[in-house]
Structures are given as structure tokens and as C-alpha cells.
């Protein structure tokens, strides 16, 4: 999921947030974090489904799919 390096870095910096706070929402050390945001390591699907929600911002955005940053409706069951 290389592609999705610049988009995670982007959007916690919008927010003005550390690795260290996004590594706490995810509940995950800050050096793993910083691992994703280096392409170090990949970084799992729910995690940036996480990511995604905390964003409000969809999984195709976050890996540069698509420039529409906005959220899909959710289903209602």
C-alpha cells in the first residue's frame, strides 16, 4: 500500500497531530506508525479503515485513487 504514504502524513498534519496521538488512536507504538508513514511497513486495512473514519474521508482517497476526499454513505441495515 505504498501509495498511500503522502495521504497519511497529509491528513495527520492538517489536523496538527503528532505520530505520536494518531499512534495512540490506533493503539500501536509511534515508531510502527512512523514505520506506515515511511513505507516501511504496511499498514493493515482496518487500521486505514480507522484512519479513514477519523479523517471522514474514504479508503480510495487514502490511497490516492481518487482526489474526492469525500466520505461513502454508510449502509443502513
Do not use: G
Not at 509511534?30 to 514505520?35: A, I
Not at 515511511?38 to 482496518?46: C, F, G, K, Q
Amino acid at each position: 500500500m505504498s501509495i498511500a504514504k503522502a495521504r497519511l502524513q497529509d491528513l495527520r498534519e492538517e489536523k496538527k497531530l503528532t505520530q505520536k496521538e494518531i499512534a495512540a488512536f490506533l493503539y500501536c507504538d509511534q515508531s510502527l506508525y512512523s514505520k506506515y508513514e515511511r513505507l516501511e511497513r504496511d499498514i493493515p486495512v482496518y487500521l486505514l479503515m480507522r484512519l479513514a473514519d477519523y479523517y471522514e474521508t474514504n479508503l480510495d482517497y487514502m490511497l490516492k485513487r481518487t482526489d474526492i476526499r469525500k466520505m461513502y454513505p454508510r449502509n443502513k441495515r
